[in-house]
Protein backbone atom coordinates (compact mmCIF):
# COMPACT_ATOMS: atom_id res chain seq x y z
CA UNK A 1 0.00 0.00 0.00
CA UNK A 2 1.30 3.45 -0.79
CA UNK A 3 -1.40 6.09 -0.64
CA UNK A 4 -1.64 9.27 -1.95
CA UNK A 5 -3.98 12.37 -2.16
CA UNK A 6 -5.23 13.95 -5.41
CA UNK A 7 -6.76 17.32 -4.97
CA UNK A 8 -10.36 16.95 -5.65
CA UNK A 9 -14.04 18.77 -6.10
CA UNK A 10 -16.11 17.84 -3.95
CA UNK A 11 -13.52 16.81 -1.58
CA UNK A 12 -9.94 15.50 -1.70
CA UNK A 13 -9.46 11.63 -2.68
CA UNK A 14 -7.23 9.10 -1.33
CA UNK A 15 -5.83 6.58 -3.53
CA UNK A 16 -3.53 4.22 -3.91
CA UNK A 17 -1.82 4.35 -7.33
CA UNK A 18 -1.30 0.17 -7.62
CA UNK A 19 -5.23 -0.19 -7.34
CA UNK A 20 -5.86 2.95 -9.55
CA UNK A 21 -6.00 2.82 -13.38
CA UNK A 22 -6.02 5.43 -16.14
CA UNK A 23 -8.79 4.45 -17.78
CA UNK A 24 -8.78 6.72 -21.45
CA UNK A 25 -12.33 6.92 -23.40
CA UNK A 26 -12.07 6.93 -27.15
CA UNK A 27 -9.93 9.19 -27.91
CA UNK A 28 -10.04 8.00 -31.49
CA UNK A 29 -9.62 9.17 -34.47
CA UNK A 30 -13.35 9.09 -35.95
CA UNK A 31 -14.16 11.56 -32.53
CA UNK A 32 -11.18 13.88 -33.07
CA UNK A 33 -10.45 13.86 -36.64
CA UNK A 34 -11.71 15.68 -39.55
CA UNK A 35 -14.23 13.35 -41.74
CA UNK A 36 -15.26 10.60 -38.84
CA UNK A 37 -18.01 10.09 -37.11
CA UNK A 38 -18.14 12.99 -34.85
CA UNK A 39 -18.16 15.55 -37.75
CA UNK A 40 -21.10 13.08 -39.62
CA UNK A 41 -23.30 13.71 -36.82
CA UNK A 42 -22.34 17.83 -37.39
CA UNK A 43 -19.85 18.42 -34.94
CA UNK A 44 -16.90 20.67 -35.11
CA UNK A 45 -14.19 18.44 -33.91
CA UNK A 46 -11.69 20.71 -32.95
CA UNK A 47 -13.26 21.39 -29.53
CA UNK A 48 -11.79 18.03 -28.59
CA UNK A 49 -8.38 18.57 -29.22
CA UNK A 50 -7.70 20.15 -26.00
CA UNK A 51 -7.93 17.53 -24.10
CA UNK A 52 -5.39 15.61 -26.13
CA UNK A 53 -2.02 17.51 -24.28
CA UNK A 54 -3.43 16.88 -20.77
CA UNK A 55 -4.21 13.63 -21.44
CA UNK A 56 -0.53 12.84 -22.85
CA UNK A 57 1.07 13.93 -19.89
CA UNK A 58 -1.14 11.76 -17.82
CA UNK A 59 -0.85 9.03 -19.28
CA UNK A 60 3.32 9.59 -19.11
CA UNK A 61 2.74 9.95 -15.51
CA UNK A 62 0.47 6.56 -14.81
CA UNK A 63 2.94 4.84 -17.08
CA UNK A 64 6.14 6.45 -15.00
CA UNK A 65 4.15 5.11 -11.51
CA UNK A 66 3.65 2.07 -13.05
CA UNK A 67 -0.16 1.96 -12.91
CA UNK A 68 -2.82 -0.21 -15.26
CA UNK A 69 -3.79 1.89 -18.40
CA UNK A 70 -6.91 0.93 -20.07
CA UNK A 71 -8.07 2.19 -23.42
CA UNK A 72 -11.31 2.73 -25.21
CA UNK A 73 -12.51 2.12 -28.32
CA UNK A 74 -16.10 2.65 -29.01
CA UNK A 75 -17.36 0.50 -32.94
CA UNK A 76 -18.54 -1.93 -34.50
CA UNK A 77 -17.70 -5.30 -35.92
CA UNK A 78 -17.49 -5.26 -39.59
CA UNK A 79 -20.75 -7.00 -40.07
CA UNK A 80 -22.22 -4.44 -37.82
CA UNK A 81 -24.42 -7.34 -36.29
CA UNK A 82 -23.30 -5.98 -33.10
CA UNK A 83 -25.22 -2.43 -33.63
CA UNK A 84 -28.42 -1.95 -32.42
CA UNK A 85 -30.74 -1.08 -34.98
CA UNK A 86 -32.05 1.81 -32.79
CA UNK A 87 -28.00 3.15 -33.21
CA UNK A 88 -27.62 2.19 -36.42
CA UNK A 89 -29.89 4.26 -38.16
CA UNK A 90 -30.98 7.04 -35.54
CA UNK A 91 -33.01 9.57 -36.51
CA UNK A 92 -33.45 8.00 -40.50
CA UNK A 93 -30.01 8.64 -41.12
CA UNK A 94 -27.33 6.16 -41.33
CA UNK A 95 -23.19 6.86 -40.42
CA UNK A 96 -22.25 3.74 -38.99
CA UNK A 97 -20.41 0.94 -41.42
CA UNK A 98 -20.55 3.95 -44.62
CA UNK A 99 -17.29 4.58 -46.10
CA UNK A 100 -15.40 7.69 -45.37
CA UNK A 101 -11.64 8.81 -45.81
CA UNK A 102 -10.19 6.89 -42.80
CA UNK A 103 -12.48 3.74 -43.90
CA UNK A 104 -15.92 2.99 -42.62
CA UNK A 105 -17.11 5.08 -39.72
CA UNK A 106 -16.72 3.14 -36.49
CA UNK A 107 -16.20 -0.42 -37.86
CA UNK A 108 -13.30 -2.04 -36.16
CA UNK A 109 -9.93 -2.41 -37.79
CA UNK A 110 -10.35 0.72 -39.89
CA UNK A 111 -7.99 3.87 -39.37
CA UNK A 112 -11.01 6.20 -38.27
CA UNK A 113 -12.36 3.60 -35.29
CA UNK A 114 -8.63 3.27 -33.90
CA UNK A 115 -6.62 6.01 -30.97
CA UNK A 116 -5.20 8.80 -31.77
CA UNK A 117 -0.94 8.08 -32.55
CA UNK A 118 -0.43 11.10 -29.86
CA UNK A 119 -2.27 8.30 -27.01
CA UNK A 120 -1.12 5.22 -28.56
CA UNK A 121 -1.39 1.91 -26.38
CA UNK A 122 1.73 0.18 -25.66
CA UNK A 123 2.40 -3.09 -25.05
CA UNK A 124 0.44 -4.43 -21.96
CA UNK A 125 -2.42 -1.65 -21.47
CA UNK A 126 -5.76 -3.49 -22.41
CA UNK A 127 -7.64 -2.06 -25.40
CA UNK A 128 -11.45 -1.88 -24.55
CA UNK A 129 -13.40 -2.52 -27.75
CA UNK A 130 -16.98 -1.85 -26.77
CA UNK A 131 -20.20 -1.53 -28.64
CA UNK A 132 -22.30 1.22 -26.41
CA UNK A 133 -21.19 4.74 -24.99
CA UNK A 134 -20.79 2.80 -21.66
CA UNK A 135 -17.20 0.85 -21.27
CA UNK A 136 -19.12 -1.65 -19.15
CA UNK A 137 -21.76 -2.49 -21.24
CA UNK A 138 -20.85 -5.98 -23.23
CA UNK A 139 -16.99 -5.69 -22.56
CA UNK A 140 -14.35 -7.58 -20.00
CA UNK A 141 -13.55 -4.21 -18.52
CA UNK A 142 -14.55 -4.76 -14.78
CA UNK A 143 -13.27 -8.56 -15.05
CA UNK A 144 -9.91 -6.95 -16.01
CA UNK A 145 -10.00 -3.97 -12.92
CA UNK A 146 -10.94 -6.41 -11.17
CA UNK A 147 -8.18 -9.43 -11.95
CA UNK A 148 -6.29 -6.09 -11.09
CA UNK A 149 -7.55 -5.01 -7.36
CA UNK A 150 -8.44 -1.93 -8.92
CA UNK A 151 -10.94 0.14 -6.77
CA UNK A 152 -10.17 4.29 -8.56
CA UNK A 153 -10.30 4.96 -11.69
CA UNK A 154 -8.80 8.03 -13.07
CA UNK A 155 -10.68 9.18 -16.44
CA UNK A 156 -9.79 10.77 -19.76
CA UNK A 157 -11.23 11.21 -22.88
CA UNK A 158 -14.15 12.20 -25.30
CA UNK A 159 -16.76 13.02 -24.80
CA UNK A 160 -17.60 14.38 -21.42
CA UNK A 161 -21.30 13.95 -21.08
CA UNK A 162 -21.70 10.98 -23.60
CA UNK A 163 -19.03 7.65 -23.23
CA UNK A 164 -16.99 9.40 -19.86
CA UNK A 165 -20.34 10.12 -18.21
CA UNK A 166 -22.16 6.68 -18.82
CA UNK A 167 -18.74 5.06 -18.12
CA UNK A 168 -18.39 6.32 -15.08
CA UNK A 169 -22.25 6.00 -14.12
CA UNK A 170 -21.04 2.61 -14.63
CA UNK A 171 -18.54 2.43 -12.61
CA UNK A 172 -19.65 4.18 -9.60
CA UNK A 173 -22.52 1.54 -9.61
CA UNK A 174 -19.93 -0.98 -9.67
CA UNK A 175 -18.28 0.50 -6.46
CA UNK A 176 -15.40 2.15 -8.14
CA UNK A 177 -14.47 5.33 -6.97
CA UNK A 178 -13.71 7.64 -10.48
CA UNK A 179 -11.96 11.17 -10.58
CA UNK A 180 -12.84 12.69 -14.19
CA UNK A 181 -9.97 15.27 -14.97
CA UNK A 182 -11.30 18.18 -16.15
CA UNK A 183 -8.82 19.11 -18.61
CA UNK A 184 -8.54 15.83 -20.30
CA UNK A 185 -12.20 15.39 -21.17
CA UNK A 186 -13.67 16.97 -23.84
CA UNK A 187 -17.24 18.12 -25.55
CA UNK A 188 -18.71 19.46 -28.80
CA UNK A 189 -20.42 21.40 -26.83
CA UNK A 190 -18.92 23.87 -24.12
CA UNK A 191 -22.34 24.06 -22.10
CA UNK A 192 -22.30 20.53 -21.62
CA UNK A 193 -18.61 20.17 -20.70
CA UNK A 194 -19.43 22.57 -17.80
CA UNK A 195 -22.88 21.10 -16.80
CA UNK A 196 -21.21 17.88 -17.28
CA UNK A 197 -18.69 18.10 -14.87
CA UNK A 198 -20.95 19.93 -12.25
CA UNK A 199 -23.08 16.95 -12.74
CA UNK A 200 -20.99 14.32 -11.43
CA UNK A 201 -19.10 16.07 -8.46
CA UNK A 202 -22.42 18.10 -7.26
CA UNK A 203 -24.55 16.81 -4.16
CA UNK A 204 -21.15 15.66 -2.48
CA UNK A 205 -20.03 13.94 -5.39
CA UNK A 206 -23.00 11.63 -6.46
CA UNK A 207 -21.18 9.81 -8.81
CA UNK A 208 -17.69 10.99 -8.22
CA UNK A 209 -14.99 13.07 -8.17
CA UNK A 210 -13.81 16.29 -10.28
CA UNK A 211 -9.77 17.22 -10.79
CA UNK A 212 -7.22 18.08 -13.32
CA UNK A 213 -3.95 16.74 -14.81
CA UNK A 214 -1.90 19.18 -12.81
CA UNK A 215 -3.50 17.76 -9.38
CA UNK A 216 -3.53 14.08 -11.03
CA UNK A 217 0.56 14.29 -11.98
CA UNK A 218 1.29 15.49 -8.76
CA UNK A 219 -0.41 12.79 -6.80
CA UNK A 220 0.93 9.98 -8.82
CA UNK A 221 4.78 11.46 -8.61
CA UNK A 222 4.42 12.01 -5.24
CA UNK A 223 6.43 9.62 -3.04
CA UNK A 224 5.03 6.80 -1.61
CA UNK A 225 4.65 6.40 2.38
CA UNK A 226 7.21 3.09 3.29
CA UNK A 227 5.66 1.21 5.61
CA UNK A 228 7.47 1.75 8.13
CA UNK A 229 7.19 5.63 8.38
CA UNK A 230 3.55 4.15 8.60
CA UNK A 231 4.55 2.26 11.95
CA UNK A 232 6.43 4.80 13.08
CA UNK A 233 3.31 7.59 13.32
CA UNK A 234 2.74 8.59 16.93
CA UNK A 235 -0.25 6.99 18.20
CA UNK A 236 -1.52 10.04 19.99
CA UNK A 237 -0.99 11.91 22.98
CA UNK A 238 1.04 8.74 24.76
CA UNK A 239 2.82 7.52 21.50
CA UNK A 240 5.92 7.22 21.35
CA UNK A 241 6.93 10.89 20.69
CA UNK A 242 5.10 11.98 23.01
CA UNK A 243 3.27 14.13 21.43
N1 LIG B 1 -21.42 11.92 -30.11
C1 LIG B 1 -20.78 12.00 -28.96
O1 LIG B 1 -20.73 13.05 -28.31
N2 LIG B 1 -20.10 10.92 -28.48
C2 LIG B 1 -20.17 9.64 -28.96
O2 LIG B 1 -20.93 9.29 -29.84
N3 LIG B 1 -19.31 8.74 -28.40
C3 LIG B 1 -18.42 9.05 -27.37
O3 LIG B 1 -18.67 9.94 -26.57
N4 LIG B 1 -17.31 8.34 -27.33
Known amino acids: MSRTSITAEPFDLELDPSTTALVIIDMQR ?39 VVHTREGHRPDLTDCP ?26 EGHDIIPELYPIAGEPVIDKPGKGAFFET ?34 RGYECVVLEDCVGSYFPEFQEVGLKMIKAQGGIFGWVSNS ?12 RPAEEDAEPAGPAGPAGR
Open 85 to 110: PAKLTRGGKTFIGTDGPMGRILVRGE
Open 140 to 173: DLHIILRNHGIRTLILCGVTTEVCVHTTVREGND
Open 30 to 68: DFLQPHGFGELLGNDVSLLRSAIEPTRAVLEAARAAGML
Open 214 to 225: EHAIKALAARPR
